[in-house]
């Protein structure tokens, strides 16, 4: 049985509702062939968000881990090419941390590539429909942070496990009584990009011939 990580983040920044714990539910409860897929909810925290994931980490090995977070302001899907080594946060996290220019790990490479299929995700829900690009920036904060922090591990323990990072937009009730107007996308559309990213994630690459 093969082991698929899903993590996503709770509520921050006055948020009620978070739609990457929303959807990382929704889609833990569906079935995937030959495949066991393990749901962890992290804390909008500086420190225990990653601890909580590298320990999830280690007690199941899992083959493929597929990080999920919010982007407020964001009309697509994103799945993310790469994490950077600065924690730089806009606004504090649920904790009161908030980081100014500081590096993720003190000496620690300028970032990580994920290792995650994201050109054929972002193919794949286009095809179905799904708002969906590639992502250069997965900001400075607690998600960068959670990525960075992730492929770090996968590199230092020299672990096989496959991770990459997706953002999703705000969810239609998120933007009601907002000032300004925002895009945002049903939980419907949500989940069914994440579950099309996961079985993506899952598939052997495909084999193109000239």
């Known amino acids: 049985m093969r082991q698929l990580l899903l993590s996503a983040f709770e509520p921050f920044a006055g948020e009620l509702i978070n739609p990457s714990i929303e959807a990382a539910r929704a889609v833990a409860k569906l079935e995937f062939p030959d495949t066991a897929v393990n749901l962890v909810e992290l804390p909008v925290e500086r420190y225990r968000a990653v601890d909580i994931a590298i320990a999830r980490m280690r007690s199941i090995e899992p083959e493929i881990m597929i990080m999920l977070g919010l982007a407020g302001g ?109 895009p945002s996308m049903s939980l419907a559309t949500i989940v069914e990009g994440v579950r099309l990213a996961v079985e993506v994630s899952l598939s052997p690459p495909r084999v193109t011939t000239n």
């Open 74 to 182: 964001r009309f697509r899907i994103n799945p993310e090419r790469v994490a950077i080594n600065v924690d730089d946060f806009r606004i504090p996290d649920n904790a009161g941390n908030q980081p100014l220019g500081e590096p993720i790990i003190a000496d620690g490479p300028a970032g990580y590539f994920s290792t995650l299929p994201i050109q054929a995700i972002a193919d794949r829900l286009k095809e179905a429909n799904v708002p969906a690009a590639v992502s250069n920036t997965a900001g400075t904060y607690l998600c960068n942070r959670l990525f960075y922090s992730v492929m770090h591990y996968i590199a230092v323990e020299r672990v096989t496990t496959a991770a990459g990072f997706i953002h999703l937009p705000y969810l239609h009730e998120q933007t009601v009584n907002k000032e300004s107007e925002l």
